[in-house]
């Protein structure tokens, strides 16, 4: 059972003035943080509805009625200087952003990413007489690079999820269906100390392991049948990201082949993540050993992403991207023969 306080504790604080510092390059005099995601990750806040204003002096906390002491204890734990607001409404949220934003920002940045068209309208009447800037992935960058105290929860995540399944592993040869499978790993992984899954898990056996995102039913897994399993535990708020596969009983040797196709594209793939290599060209070192074998066609999907608070997010491997992988980068490197 994963005990929370062995970890390290997490390196809030530093967050914020990194971003501060960059809002002149990112052309605003502040910068209005709307996605969640990148709330909690600059403030240590866990909470489900919040919004920060950030200017190169200030941050300003605005959330709700059921969230303001528990903002004024995290961020106060996180080591955070802000001012919490709570509003009890969402008009009065919007009063209290308007206030902190006053006349005197003369361009306020907008997350293009995370800004509906409906929102973007009514910051436009909300903020009248102040430039809207729209702004894309100006924290993503931040946590693209991940420090010691999230390398810690991404690896206890996967070790937790590595752990539940060879608990579980032994259902495969008992007859069990798809779905009791996924029940049954996603409540190991819980009893690990996992807050849950990462995501919906994948059991997908026999003729569904063709499909990449096949959702576990009630067929019955079965001697001779290919397993594919892809799952991830969720520890502190970071995720983990896998996939094994099986064969229940005695392989054939067209499975074997297969099989050892994948692990050659894969360790092509890992031999290639290195600091200063492009994500296209760990993408490319897995396809073109897939490709090679005749099978360009089956490879369907991309070789992988980053993982953190998010399971998919920056960097993504893709073919044809050209993000350059730094020191702290975490990315998946899943190829696969549909």
């Known amino acids: 059972m994963l005990d929370l306080a062995s970890l390290p504790p997490m390196q809030v604080a530093g967050r914020l003035p990194r971003l501060q510092a960059d809002l002149a390059r990112l052309g605003c005099d502040a910068l209005l943080i709307t996605s969640i995601t990148n709330v909690s990750y600059l403030t240590g806040f866990t909470g489900s509805a919040a919004r920060l204003l950030v200017t190169e002096s200030s941050v300003t906390f605005v959330t709700d009625g059921r969230y303001g002491q528990q903002a004024i204890d995290q961020l106060a734990s996180a080591a955070v200087a802000a001012e919490v607001l709570e509003g009890r409404s969402q008009v009065l949220q919007r009063e209290l952003l308007a206030d902190a934003v006053g006349a005197s920002t003369r361009r306020l940045g907008l997350e293009a990413a995370h800004v509906s068209w409906a929102d973007q309208q009514l910051y436009a009447e909300l903020f009248a007489g102040t430039r809207l800037v729209a702004v894309t992935g100006a924290v993503e960058a931040l946590r693209v690079v991940k420090d010691d105290s999230e390398v810690a929860r991404i690896e206890a ?168 992988l730094v020191p702290g980068a975490i990315v998946t490197v899943e190829p696969g023969v549909y």
């Open 157 to 324: 995540a996967c070790a937790i999820a590595d752990e539940a399944l060879a608990f579980v592993l032994p259902l495969l040869s008992e007859g069990t269906t798809e779905r009791a499978f996924a029940i049954a790993l996603d409540a190991a992984m819980v009893a690990l100390g996992a807050q849950g899954p990462s995501f919906a898990t994948i059991v997908a056996s026999g003729p569904a392991s063709a499909l990449p995102h096949h959702h576990p039913d009630e067929r019955v897994i079965g001697a001779g049948d290919l397993v594919v399993i892809d799952f991830g535990a969720l520890v502190d708020g970071y995720h983990s990201d896998m996939t094994r596969t099986f064969v229940v009983g005695q392989a054939t040797d067209e499975q074997r082949h297969h099989y050892a196709v994948v692990v050659e594209a894969q360790a092509a793939g890992l031999a290639a993540v290195r600091p200063g290599a492009t994500t296209g060209e760990v993408d490319a070192a897995c396809r073109d050993r897939i490709a090679g074998h005749g099978w360009a066609e089956r490879y369907t999907h991309g070789t992988g992403h980053g993982v953190g608070l998010l399971i998919h997010e920056d960097p993504w491997v893709f073919a044809g991207t050209d993000t350059v």
